[in-house]
């Protein structure tokens, strides 16, 4: 079973709408970050959480929130999604003190 | 300017080809420095971490230059297999919060 997983894997939704994507881990990590990846962009972090009491901005946190339920769960929101959120979503995860983030197998995210 | 930039490429190099890719950055607080390797439509996977003096593995070889704030990967005797997009990656903290480039496409042809 994968350490990190991400749900739903592909999205379709229509701007204004809600949208949850959730990211479990069991690798027992603290630390745990969301980022978007678009073409010619790379990767832009959005989120990041050190620990259960601990959330940070990332780059483009705008038109985002998130919630870290547990230690090994993670949730991004889109409070009222818009087209150019569509984009490939990664959860990530890293241990205290190591230098290796384990990435997520990414949400497919598009709004129409 | 972007904080950590790399060529987009892509390069096209025959089997067996030695490769280079260049990376630099602007943040010169920036402490640690990676490479990540990722296969079409598939999540960023660690491929090397980045020391101050050098690091090889196999027929990978990452180097630092921190006078003129870039970092390196040397890919020798390519395969079919290292075709990918190849992302670096630095960070202030010990590699915790990390700022990555736009990736670096690399096809490998028979």
């Known amino acids: 079973d994968a350490d990190v997983t991400q749900t739903p894997r592909n999205r379709i939704t229509k701007t204004g709408k809600r949208i949850m994507l959730e990211c479990s881990q069991t690798?027992?990590?603290?630390?745990m970050y969301w980022y978007r990846q678009d073409p010619g962009l790379g990767l832009r972090l959005i989120y990041y959480?050190?620990?259960?009491?601990?959330?940070n901005k990332g780059e483009i946190s705008d038109g985002y929130s998130v919630s870290r339920q547990a230690q090994a769960k993670f949730s991004l929101s889109l409070e009222s999604a818009i087209p150019n959120q569509t984009a490939l979503y990664f959860c990530?995860?890293?241990?205290?003190?190591?230098?290796?983030?384990?990435f997520g197998p990414g949400t497919r995210l598009t709004v129409l | 300017r972007k904080e950590v930039e790399q060529d987009p490429g892509p390069f096209n190099v025959p089997e067996g080809a030695t490769v280079a890719f260049n990376c630099t950055y602007s943040?010169?607080?920036?402490?640690?420095f990676f490479w990540y390797r990722q296969d079409c439509r598939k999540e960023p996977k660690l491929l090397m971490s980045v020391y101050s003096s050098g690091n090889e593995d196999g027929r990978f070889t990452a180097q630092l230059n921190r006078a003129s704030q870039y970092i390196s990967l040397l890919i020798r005797d390519s395969k079919l297999s290292d075709s990918a997009t190849y992302l670096c990656?630095?960070?202030?903290?010990?590699?915790?919060?990390?700022?990555f480039g736009a990736g670096t496409i690399l096809r490998v042809k028979s």
């Open positions: 990656a630095g960070g202030e903290e010990y590699g915790n919060k990390l700022v």
């Open positions: 990530a995860t890293s241990a205290l003190g190591t230098d290796t983030q384990y």
């Open positions: 690798k027992g990590h603290d630390r």
């Open positions: 959480s050190f620990d259960v009491k601990d959330i």
């Open positions: 943040n010169s607080a920036s402490q640690s």
